[in-house]
C-alpha cells in the first residue's frame, strides 16, 4: 500500500475512536462542573456520530483545500500557524458550535479549545517534518510518543472546555417554576440540580434523577 493511503486509511479508522473520545471526555468535564457523580457518564451514539461525521467531513474539506492552496514549504510561519487554527476549528466545531446562543455570540471555552488545539497540531506538525531524516524506528518511536502525549493534550483541553463551558453558561430547562435544572440526561433519567438564586451557584452536594415521562420543563435564563 503507498504510503498517502496508508495514512488516510489510519486517519479514517480513527475517526470514530476520536468522536468517542472528546465526546466522552468533553461530556466528563461538563459533569464535573456540577459535581456529578462520574458513573452517570452515559455514552451518547448521536453526539459521537455527529462529532465524528463533523470531523470526518470538514477535517476532509480542510485538507482538501490546504492541499490546493497551501504549500507549508513557501507559506510564511503567520499563514501555517493560521491554517492549523482553521483546522483545528473544523474538527472540534461539534464542541464550540453547541455553545453558541444569541445571549452569547462569542464562546471564550471554545475560543480556548480551538487555540490550545490548533497550537498542538501545529506543533506536532513542525515536530514530524524534523524528524523525517531519521531512520524507520525512531520515525515510528516519534510517531507513537507525539500521538500519545498530544492525545492526552487534547483530551484535557476537552475536558477543561466541558467545564468552562458549564460554567459560561446562561440558558438552562427548570422543572416548571422550581429551581429544578436539568443539567444532564442518563437513559430515560433527567439529572436535576438545585440552583441557588441568592448565591447564584449549583448545589453541587446532591444530586437528583427525575423521569422525564410527563415532566413540563421550561427553559430559563439566570442571572
Not at 41 to 55: F, G, H, Q, R, V
Not at 101 to 112: H, L, T
Request: net charge negative; charged share 20%.
Amino acid at each position: 500500500m503507498e504510503r498517502g493511503k496508508f495514512d488516510l486509511a489510519i486517519a479514517i479508522a480513527l475517526v470514530p475512536i476520536l468522536g468517542t473520545g472528546l465526546v466522552l471526555i468533553n461530556q466528563l468535564g461538563r459533569l464535573m462542573f456540577y459535581g456529578v457523580p462520574f458513573e452517570l457518564l452515559e455514552l451518547d451514539a448521536y453526539k459521537i456520530l455527529i462529532s465524528s461525521l463533523s470531523m470526518l467531513f470538514m477535517g476532509t474539506a480542510v485538507c482538501y483545500v490546504g492541499a490546493t492552496f497551501y504549500d507549508p514549504r513557501e507559506s510564511p510561519l503567520p499563514v501555517r500557524l493560521l491554517f492549523h487554527l482553521i483546522f483545528a476549528a473544523a474538527v472540534t466545531s461539534p464542541f464550540w458550535l453547541s455553545d453558541l446562543d444569541f445571549d452569547r455570540p462569542i464562546s471564550w471555552p471554545g475560543v480556548i479549545l480551538v487555540v490550545l488545539t490548533g497550537m498542538i497540531i501545529f506543533g506536532i506538525d513542525c515536530w514530524l517534518k524534523r524528524e523525517k531524516e531519521a531512520n524507520p524506528k525512531e520515525r515510528l518511536s516519534n510517531w507513537l510518543l507525539t500521538t500519545f502525549f498530544g492525545s492526552l493534550l487534547v483530551l484535557g483541553i476537552a475536558t477543561t472546555h466541558g467545564y468552562l463551558a458549564e460554567r459560561d453558561r446562561v440558558s438552562f430547562p427548570f422543572l416548571g417554576d422550581s429551581d429544578e435544572a436539568v443539567v444532564g440526561k442518563v437513559g430515560d433519567l433527567l439529572i436535576v440540580k438545585t440552583y441557588d438564586r441568592e448565591r447564584r451557584t449549583f448545589d453541587t452536594d446532591r444530586t437528583k434523577l427525575v423521569s422525564s415521562e410527563g415532566a413540563t420543563l421550561v427553559t430559563r435564563t439566570i442571572e
